[in-house]
């Protein structure tokens, strides 16, 4: 098991920034690709971001793609999504993810999911 708690949700501004955390604990020894998903209310949760176990390879949806950053340390078990250029229509709620072994866009491939940190983008 993997328990995954984000953190660093909040309101700002259009235009702002802001750092998403997602701390894993439990069976981090094993090699997890980790997400990040968003989702508004009446809609699909859906793909943004997500990192391979060694964080050689970051694979982004369009709508974020040049103002989000996906990393993570290991050291410290977290992954983090740096969001700039923040647009009202990126206001949601950002899940983190994980999978064993390899990457995917895909909501219903991961396993493990964080309760959900809320980002709201003023206009």
């Known amino acids: 098991q993997v328990r995954l708690v984000e953190s660093g949700g909040g309101l700002v501004q259009a235009g702002g920034s802001l750092r998403l955390s997602c701390a894993a604990s439990?069976?981090?020894?094993?090699?997890?690709?980790m997400g990040w998903f968003r989702q508004v209310p009446g809609k699909e949760r859906e793909f943004v971001a997500q990192?391979?176990?060694?964080?050689?390879?970051?694979y982004y949806a369009n709508s974020v793609k040049g103002r989000f950053t996906i990393s993570r340390d290991n050291a410290k078990n977290t992954v983090y999504l740096h969001m700039s250029s923040l647009k009202p229509e990126d206001t949601a709620v950002f899940y983190c993810?994980?999978?064993?072994?390899?990457?995917?866009?895909?909501?219903?491939?991961?396993?493990?999911w964080g309760q959900g940190t809320q980002v709201t983008v003023s206009s």
């Open positions: 439990g069976r981090t020894s094993s090699n997890y690709c």
């Open positions: 993810a994980a999978r064993s072994g390899y990457c995917s866009w895909k909501t219903d491939d991961y396993a493990y």
């Open positions: 990192i391979s176990w060694s964080g050689g390879s970051t």
